[in-house]
């Protein structure tokens, strides 16, 4: 069972060549059939407020799955199994909440960003606070970390230079995303996700006919491989931290984010935008299948490629992936699996150039010139998708300093900035007592302590000792501490907004459960030509019916492989 892989990286065929082509062309037409289409800033930013739930639920899961997923869920099923899984399967019941706690809401407010939401709700300040620290994280964590994963596996697989093939996807990416809008990003992920499901089964499948079906696979890794749940003191996915502290971080990605949200605000209707969430649960149950479970597949067959730690653990993890795609993928499946990454990579990147791109057009440009018509807040759109662009590129030349360390570093920012926003969303909606000064203090309080953890993390990886109560926050596993730092941000939240005035009533006009269908007296950033519709009778048993299937098949999951 244990071979040692002999190819370092493949020369791609024909057939293979022939099959990414037919990838960009289709892409690409995509994208410049909806710039012809795209009129008004609602055409370009939210794709007309017309999109069905088979397109939103899969631009959900593409925007979301990245090269960096095939990398590190890969690699941290060789390192310690199938318990990275956790954050995938949690996200399906996220995802229920975002379509059924946040989507009302969203939809009937007309708000184009959540910084939009969060002025109206709260104040300027807050809107300012978070449109901004999403932009800065966009651009130095999620476009560099899809980057420095996308390198990884051209440079190993096909021998690819990282840096002319990342200057040309970033290129690539920026061509389309700037020509066609939201549609063009929706309907290529489309796509995308038939690509990345169709190579990712393919390979699983190989990989398991490999190594003898599952119980061969059970039989080479340890056993402990397939338990996810883990005690306490597991330094890496204590169940605590799982179903406690995992949950804030996924509200906060997939409730309140700009790249994730802007999908279910293009919805035709909530009752489109409700199953849109609910298909995206489903297909989220499936990374743990087709993109965790190879890592341990990659364990099993080449084990002697793995470096050990001390303490028996692998440490170059990253290279399960590409080494399943060199040694057991024939030609054709090679081009169709780097096609799939190829999706993965420019779709994600996609929604981060875009969603950006909107953020800083509607909450800081249309601000500054409220009186701009369709044609310059579209033409500003394209420039702010451009700029991001050109950021993105600036980042190439840097792939090389990030190492899988400071990959863990970049990822564990998404727990140090969330808590606070999460509390400030979540609470929002619930506490009309809540205020604009409650929620910038919050806000700030978040942001500290966050920024204290971080780099106390970094001084202390060069070997910076700590003592007291340093310590103990330095070496608290990180969902912990997002645990920490919700309670603090909440009790912040509610103390100043007790000890401040309450916010008028009219104010809040659906923007809270109390007040959700109180009629607005507020103008939204781009008033678009209607209301998305309300769900009907007949989507919504459906979506009832589809939900608790989704719940179910999760909790059972977890059952199985407790």
Not at 138 to 149: N, P
Not at 206 to 226: C, K, Q, S, T, W
Not at 253 to 277: F, M, P
Not at 373 to 399: C, H, N
Request: proline share 4%.
């Amino acid at each position: 069972m244990n071979h040692l892989a002999t190819v370092t990286h493949r020369t791609l065929a024909t057939v293979d060549l022939v099959i990414i082509g037919l990838y960009f062309l289709i892409v690409f037409a995509i994208g410049f059939y909806f710039a012809r289409k795209e009129r008004s800033s609602t055409d370009y930013f939210l794709a007309s407020r017309d999109i069905g739930w088979f397109a939103i639920g899969a631009s959900l899961f593409v925007s979301n799955i990245s090269t960096e997923h095939f990398i590190g869920l890969a690699g941290s099923g060789a390192s310690t199994g199938l318990a990275v899984g956790h954050f995938e399967w949690l996200a399906c019941l996220i995802l229920l909440v975002l379509g059924w706690v946040f989507v009302p809401f969203y939809l009937r407010s007309n708000v184009f960003t959540m910084p939009e939401f969060l002025e109206r709700r709260f104040n300027r300040q807050c809107a300012v606070y978070l449109a901004s620290i999403s932009i800065v994280a966009y651009i130095l964590t999620k476009i560099s970390v899809h980057l420095w994963a996308a390198a990884i596996v051209l440079e190993r697989v096909v021998g690819w230079s990282p840096m002319e093939a990342a200057i040309i996807l970033v290129i690539a990416t920026g061509v389309y995303t700037i020509a066609g809008g939201l549609s063009a990003v929706i309907y290529t992920e489309v796509v995308q996700t038939l690509v990345l499901l169709t190579g990712a089964i393919a390979l699983t499948f190989i990989g398991l006919h490999r190594v003898g079906g599952f119980a061969g696979l059970r039989a080479a890794v340890p056993d402990a491989y397939f338990h996810m749940i883990k005690p306490v003191s597991d330094p890496n996915f204590p169940w605590t931290g799982i179903f406690f502290g995992a949950p804030i971080l996924g509200i906060w990605y997939w409730c309140t984010d700009q790249v994730i949200v802007q999908r279910v605000l293009s919805a035709r209707d909530e009752g489109h935008a409700k199953a849109g969430t609910i298909f995206a649960g489903f297909l989220k149950i499936l990374p743990v299948f087709l993109l965790v479970v190879p890592g341990l597949i990659a364990y099993a067959l080449y084990r002697d490629l793995f470096k050990m730690n001390a303490a028996g653990q692998v440490t170059n993890g990253d290279i399960a992936f590409p080494t399943l795609i060199i040694n057991l993928l024939p030609t054709g499946l090679v081009g169709l699996m780097i096609a799939a990454l190829l999706a993965a990579l420019m779709g994600g990147m996609a929604s981060v150039f875009n969603s950006a791109s909107t953020l800083v057009t509607l909450d800081f440009y249309k601000k500054l010139r409220p009186d701009a018509d369709e044609k310059k807040l579209v033409f500003f759109g394209r420039i702010a998708t451009g700029v991001m662009v050109v950021l993105g590129l600036a980042w190439v030349p840097f792939i090389h300093l990030i190492s899988s360390q400071l990959y863990i570093y970049l990822q564990s920012v998404q727990a140090y900035i969330s808590p606070p926003i999460a509390a400030c969303f979540v609470l929002g909606i619930l506490w009309t007592r809540l205020n604009g000064a409650g929620a910038i203090s919050s806000l700030l309080t978040g942001f500290v302590l966050g920024l204290v953890r971080f780099v106390a993390e970094i001084f202390a990886a060069k070997g910076t000792a700590f003592t007291g109560l340093m310590q103990t926050l330095v070496t608290m596993n990180f969902l912990h501490y997002a645990i920490f730092m919700f309670i603090v941000c909440s009790v912040v939240l509610a103390a100043v907004s007790l000890a401040t005035p309450a916010p008028a009533r009219h104010k809040l006009a659906g923007l809270t459960f109390a007040t959700v269908d109180e009629k607005m007296d507020v103008v939204p950033l781009q008033a678009p030509p209607r209301k998305p519709a309300r769900e009907t009778s007949r989507e919504r048993a459906m979506n009832i019916i589809f939900s608790l299937g989704l719940v179910a098949t999760v909790v059972g999951l977890w059952i199985y492989f407790r």
